[in-house]
């Protein structure tokens, strides 16, 4: 269940993500059976944007450019996919209209995976994604520490666009509904003006700790990592990834950007950052191709989804 | 003099369309004050898109560009602005997740306008704004002929993406709820493969005339109009403009682009061709910004929409 | 083997050729057993280019955008894929480097293709891999009627580039190895300026038949074509469709372009205009879709492998 | 002093027009000297524009791409650059501030180049380069024939931007100034909506002959240009052509697009259609390539200019 | 209710910065009226650009991004736009060929803003706008500290480009007419190749102190701006800010490029830096929206206004 | 043999790298009478690319873009272009189709230039024209030390493509032949996963030094090149710069880019952190034009390559 050779993405004209074998989609029973220790799901929606869509068409694409990726992280020193039996199980289909029914439908599938004992990696889509991966998780691991990465809090209310659940709302639904466990949402990259002085107070007051980049500038996303880590400990860990916690010189491919943003290796070492936690899934959402340029966006969404394939694969090597 | 909220700046579209003053949306009344015969109203919504979304975007772009057009119809003969009294009437604010609420929204304005005695020009946004505008000028007008221009037919069925109400079922709804007069559907410039042979069984079992683009090509737009024309005669005319009507290489930025469409002669021949109609209103859709190139469909985009103007004008001119 | 509902496409996040079953490209033979009367091959080369690269990428973006066009043309009136079995052979592996490793794979693979019975669809990729393709099927089929589409002829020696085997000479090599039938080279949209007043002698020396751009602007394309197709009659037919035929405004996506060309109307029509004749297979290429916008060369390109792809469902049906 | 091989241009990294000699500058009466018959001199001027500048990059890539412009012309079966000695004058230097200056040194230049016995063929820039280099040649020539391709008349008063010498207004002082012969002034292509009713009437007043692309399209660019032809008869005749003549889907990298103009096809053509006429010189103005795509424009403003020397080398072959 | 002339499009700049109010641009004394301390003004203004143009279009852009950017600086805890009062004045209405007729323009207007007591933020358009902004800023509060952002020392003199007033000499001009303060001339981010090796040798004659990039590269942003502010100490400041001060990577869209520059992180650091310091006045100048991607220039462009607007509101509220 | 003024690059249609003279390419033995201490060549070769090709462009951008850069280095305080005499050699002229005539063209070039005891400057192209490159400078020079900026390590084996000498094998060979000194290979910047735990296993075998990312990101460049430069000593230098080794945000316009690499001033400073190396030669590889935006990477490269010049003309400098 390990990559395919590069003749392999050559010939085969259709891309799997990483060049992975594919789940049958009719029959998510087989992930159980194929031993799966990781599944990638996308999820090709962005009905929950407020400003430029586009993200939509994200899993199409960061499956084209994932087939560049190798197996092998020189820093952590694994053989990812010799070591982790993962799978592309293909996308959520989702009417383009109906947010209720994504959710319902990206809630069941992440279930399918957890059942069967494998870590989802959700790739968006918007962030309203989110909610249902974290529903499912939670459901099988319990409250859960959740490492968000993002410009902005995602704790709106429905007040300003008239809707409880669109891409603003995530975390403010997992802090409500109890998915999170006590203190354990760890917010880092938010940053630009807010709407009021008590913007975060919903998260704060829920007990988040929150990084703004003026922190991670400030003390090195080195040392917010060594942080992180300390405080999430042995919980099983959620790692929800908005693309625009980067800035847009690394990230133009993405509906909401904010200037001032994480850069590229601040990203990567982020996600390095959470070796030896419990990851128990990953989303990665907001990229939107058609704002892209040069497919970097994408090239940096596929490292991301790498990195965090590697962290599965480091805990499990190091048992 | 502080910040607006942000459903103001959803509302408020600014640089008006062709320069024209802006009426206060907060009293559509203002219509008839100001003695309107004709109001162009933006929907920045593409909840309905099934395939590349944008279109929420159009209605910012087509005001910018539309500054670039001038008053005086050359072949018409006719100073367009002089001869009508137009205004912007700003955008109808739509949240960008809730189509019923859309649906409702631009029905309610645009019976305003309709109700001030002007003629709505609407400008989407996607295809699923027109059957609002559609039920507003029904109701107060009657059954209308509708001249649809459009790659495809638009009289889909909910099955194919489970909601009755996309961007690809506008004229279903419009034919069944009984809004176009018998045998007063004429679609122009419909082209590309089928889902099954009898795609189009329902538009034609309503009567609709259908012109695909191999019958324009070989008979020639003027001839084409002409006959569609007669058709009409006197019955109050809706125009519902879907981009995608046109070629790609003339207008590049839409969502769903069928290769073979009008050339942008033809496209604007065509509006020209209904010149005598009692034209009560109009919609041009489906334009996505985001993938246009150098503003060309956005250009092409106001002119049609000044030859829809120019219609009302030459129509008053002449009596 | 026919097309797979919408639904699958958004739920499989790969994409076959116009969402149609896979070979196994392990076993050729496979064709065969699965009564496979088209297949589509994609060739990711452009080591034949000799301006702008990027050809390599087109079956990777045709296969995408494919998924698009349904199956029933509605012109012919006929349900492509319900009446002839097709599938979506992969791509044929080449390394970038070595072109006559390229050309020995291209005919191994055209050839158990029409071993099979069944009409290769070979998506480029630059015009030399049309060379190989030819050679296989002539190899089968005799010396053939050959159709080609392009602004230059592809008649050139190896003097200008020192290379006997580049985009600009499949034309002279079919010609010289007996692939094509005596008188029996129609070549469509030439243009622009020639290196010296000999460029087509060659050709013509040949018997070839010459349409330039100008005589199918003055004649029209369906003249143009009933010729075409009265010189063909019978005989076994290729058609070699290089995309720079067409104008760039509808095919901006191409390495080496020529102001003036065919419209996509023309075009589509030109296929269309071979109806009745007994093709045997089609090569479309020169698509790069580097230099494309908004995906406007892609969608033509798919829509031209569709009116090849009906040529055969057509011929069948009407026995 | 005719073109170089292609690998010259390979080895060469600069390229000059057409890949022709240079002359040098520092000389002018080196054009006399080398016998040339036509010179090509580039303007990056756009101190003019009124909308989107850009105009003043296009000497540099219009050498670039014309260095695939072959040498031999089909349609008339002439070998231009074996027939008439053409060379690059380089470009004429200005600062981008001083539009008197500009106008002085392009009138200048122009004047070395028409004393020395060749026609200029000036690529700017903005079409306010248009009117010193018509000075120039009707200081030499006497009042001239113009053919005017533009989808604007260019007889703009200083009214509306407070000055009288942009990018609007250079056929206006072509006909204040008499530089024109009378009833000698031929527009082609011009469209969109006027400012008022009497926007022609200066042109008109002078006795300009107006074809607007409403004309063209119905007679057909060959009617049009066999009229034009016998008009001018054998008067010394200027070419000036502005690239928003020709439609955005054709040539979207210029200022002030407006929709609905010449194809590619009817451009060249129009050009070709001056065979025979006694062509004194050339301008094309306003192709801006920071809003090309893929060089689209630039490529066809390189084939008007092979047309433009065409019809030199046409007349001198014919005596 | 006809169009307005085309000098309104211009004039009234419409979706207004930051979603403020507008004044009544027919009389600026609605300023003092309506309490302003902080007046937006645009100035589309290119003609003073020596490599690639476009600045023009900028106040637009500008504006229409600056819609998502809220009211609360998190990192300052303040309310800005409840803080102080600022309005959005519209655009200076400028020819694009009267360099001096801008200048004096430009001067008049912000003199009318700092007539009524608020500080002027200046839209830009190329960098000549700034001269004259300054004029009227020093003509008010006497010579001041200026803050400048640039890759260039912006003091060359008339030589190059044969005029004294273009984007390459207004710190000059500054400098030579006393505008500036003895020793307040704070250059940064000035990098890449020198025409010779007293480029800077005018600037520092007049006693401007250099943070090359190197420098702030070395020693970091936060702490040049300690010294910045304590050289600058309560003299009345104001900060001009070139935006190609950043790297292409952060900011693609300008005119003359030279890599290596500020990031964004710095460049928000910097202006933020200027807390606690009496700004008077502000210009954002030399962003080209045309060479943009995904308006990611434009965006940064609104958040430096946004810090710049943030400096008067923390001044006041510290009183 | 100075910089041109900025007037030439206006008035002369061509522009040469860095507006420097041109040897006349027919005899290269021009350069030793020039006394050519540095000469410019240009290889438009991309034949060797495994992924997204098109820097066969990149030498005729390049020399546009570098028109821009001036002759004084400050950080240096060195008159460059006054201090060496630096010439364009103009292209390697080379069939796009024949990489052993590449090499063996480009290994005869430079060679030339070395043999005149000049430095050669060669401007790819793709990383495959390193290697005769490399032979030239080792057969003059011996075996030379080598720092090698890449993201990565280009010691692949003729396995994965079937092909010994493509872009990603140089340094491989130059190891294997023998043409870098024991333990002089120094590999700046390589990051991403691996093809297997041994992928840098040879060059590590042949006594690289090899710095990834994560160790420059973590030291400071400033750190690491002063360790480079004492392993150095007094040893003949070539730096081959592929330009991937800068991350995609600020060198967006290449084939295979990799997320995390350099920001521009860490580029900037790894060359200039060889101040007092004994340079013999450099290249600046795999900028892909197609594939950059608002010419970033090309600016880039620019200035890298006169951040090499720089080097040249300090050693000079201080004897």
Chains 1, 2, 3, 4, 5, 6 share one sequence.
């Not at 004209?13 to 998510?28: E, K, M, T, V």
């Amino acid at each position: 269940m390990s990559q395919q050779p590069a003749a392999h993405y050559l010939r085969h004209g259709q891309i799997p993500f990483f060049r992975l074998p594919c789940a049958s989609f009719a029959d998510p029973s087989a992930y159980a059976g194929a031993g799966a220790e990781a599944v990638l799901l996308g999820v090709p929606w962005d009905g929950g944007t407020t400003y430029q869509p586009g993200a939509r068409l994200a899993p199409w694409e960061l499956r084209r450019v994932s087939a560049l990726v190798q197996r092998f992280h020189p820093v952590h020193g694994i053989d990812v996919f010799g070591t982790i039996a993962a799978l592309d199980g293909g996308n959520v289909a989702v009417s383009p209209f109906d947010a209720a029914a994504m959710r319902e439908r990206v809630e069941a599938e992440v279930a399918a995976v957890v059942a069967a004992g494998a870590a989802p990696f959700v790739v968006g889509g918007d962030h309203s994604v989110a909610l249902p991966a974290l529903r499912a998780a939670a459901a099988r691991h319990g409250p859960l520490a959740v490492v968000h990465v993002d410009a902005h809090s995602d704790t709106s209310t429905g007040d300003l666009w008239g809707d409880e659940f669109h891409h603003g709302t995530p975390l403010r639904h997992a802090l409500a509904e109890g998915l999170v466990a006590e203190g354990q949402l760890h917010q880092l990259g938010l940053r630009g003006a807010w709407g009021g002085a008590d913007d975060f107070a919903f998260a704060s007051g829920h007990g988040a700790r929150i990084f703004p980049i003026e922190a991670i500038a400030e003390r090195g996303i080195a040392f917010v990592m060594a942080e992180v880590r300390e405080r999430i400990g042995e919980r099983p860990t959620w790692l929800t990834f908005d693309v625009d916690g980067i800035d847009p010189a690394f990230a133009p491919g993405t509906g909401t950007p904010v200037p001032g943003g994480l850069t590229s290796r601040e990203a990567l070492h982020l996600v390095r950052g959470l070796a030896g936690v419990r990851l128990v899934g990953m989303d990665l959402v907001e990229i939107a191709p058609p704002l892209d340029h040069a497919d970097m966006t994408c090239h940096l969404g596929a490292s991301l989804l790498f990195e965090g394939l590697a962290l599965l694969a480091l805990r499990k090597a190091r048992g």
